[in-house]
């Protein structure tokens, strides 16, 4: 996507280690920032979102967190499982309000 | 059956023809958006529309046209194909979009698995 940085690209991890997902942007036109999960063969899927009134946000292993002044928020799993090996997309805002564009994705791979 | 659905989910067809993928979602969200997701390269935006008879070009148009005359159906043209354009393609929806103050999720449809030969 258009000034859309994330990072690392792969990332693999033992079951029941924790991991992070980076993504970092331009434009700061919007308040919501959302991540995406897309496992092998399937359409991605919401799996949290943040709005920039916030600057954290909890659902069971998954956490959001958001630094609107370094413009970048992150992805945190903790207590990995297999079924967490998936894509992960970040979808900040950039480019323009009317657009949905994606950070390149990171693979994640979690070994048993 | 209410959602976003894409039309055909598998696709061959030959270098030169013309091929429209159908996308069609019942939530009446304004915003509607056609991704291509070859490996390595994430998804590209190829078009949106903010409604019906809005259309923008994305990142990668070049080849494709599309229409929006009714709220639900966002079809997705390729005028010539070509084997570059050989890829997953993904329609999505969404009620606001991201890059609004209050934007919201975007749906995805299944994705259309075309290759071009």
């Given at each position: 996507g258009e000034n859309v940085e994330q990072h690392p690209s792969t990332l693999s991890v033992q079951e029941g280690d924790s991991a992070v997902i980076k993504c970092t942007y331009s434009?700061?036109?919007?308040?919501y920032f959302p991540w995406y999960k897309q496992e092998l063969g399937k359409r991605p899927q919401l799996i949290i979102d943040i709005r920039s009134n916030v600057g954290e946000k909890k659902d069971q292993r998954i956490a959001v967190t958001l630094n609107k002044t370094a413009k970048h928020f992150s992805l945190h799993i903790t207590?990995?499982?297999?079924?967490?090996?998936a894509v992960y997309f970040c979808a900040p805002?950039?480019?323009?309000?009317?657009k949905v564009t994606f950070g390149t994705g990171t693979k994640l791979q979690v070994i048993p | 059956d209410a959602g976003i659905t894409q039309s055909p989910r598998y696709k061959i067809t030959e270098t030169g023809r013309q091929v429209t993928l159908m996308c069609h979602q019942t939530?009446?969200?304004s915003y509607m958006f056609w991704y291509r997701q070859d490996l390595g390269h994430g998804l590209r935006l190829i078009y949106y529309s903010a409604a019906a008879d809005i259309t923008d070009k994305g990142e990668v148009p070049d080849g494709y046209v599309v229409s929006r005359s009714k709220t639900e159906n966002f079809p997705l043209t390729l005028e010539s194909a070509t084997r570059s354009q050989t890829s997953v393609y993904f329609c999505a929806s969404s009620e606001?979009?991201?890059?609004?103050?209050g934007g919201t999720e975007a749906f995805f449809g299944q994705g259309t698995r075309l290759t071009v030969v």
């Amino acid at each position: 996507g258009e000034n859309v940085e994330q990072h690392p690209s792969t990332l693999s991890v033992q079951e029941g280690d924790s991991a992070v997902i980076k993504c970092t942007y331009s434009d700061s036109a919007s308040n919501y920032f959302p991540w995406y999960k897309q496992e092998l063969g399937k359409r991605p899927q919401l799996i949290i979102d943040i709005r920039s009134n916030v600057g954290e946000k909890k659902d069971q292993r998954i956490a959001v967190t958001l630094n609107k002044t370094a413009k970048h928020f992150s992805l945190h799993i903790t207590e990995t499982q297999p079924e967490d090996s998936a894509v992960y997309f970040c979808a900040p805002p950039s480019g323009g309000y009317q657009k949905v564009t994606f950070g390149t994705g990171t693979k994640l791979q979690v070994i048993p | 059956d209410a959602g976003i659905t894409q039309s055909p989910r598998y696709k061959i067809t030959e270098t030169g023809r013309q091929v429209t993928l159908m996308c069609h979602q019942t939530w009446s969200h304004s915003y509607m958006f056609w991704y291509r997701q070859d490996l390595g390269h994430g998804l590209r935006l190829i078009y949106y529309s903010a409604a019906a008879d809005i259309t923008d070009k994305g990142e990668v148009p070049d080849g494709y046209v599309v229409s929006r005359s009714k709220t639900e159906n966002f079809p997705l043209t390729l005028e010539s194909a070509t084997r570059s354009q050989t890829s997953v393609y993904f329609c999505a929806s969404s009620e606001i979009s991201t890059g609004h103050k209050g934007g919201t999720e975007a749906f995805f449809g299944q994705g259309t698995r075309l290759t071009v030969v």
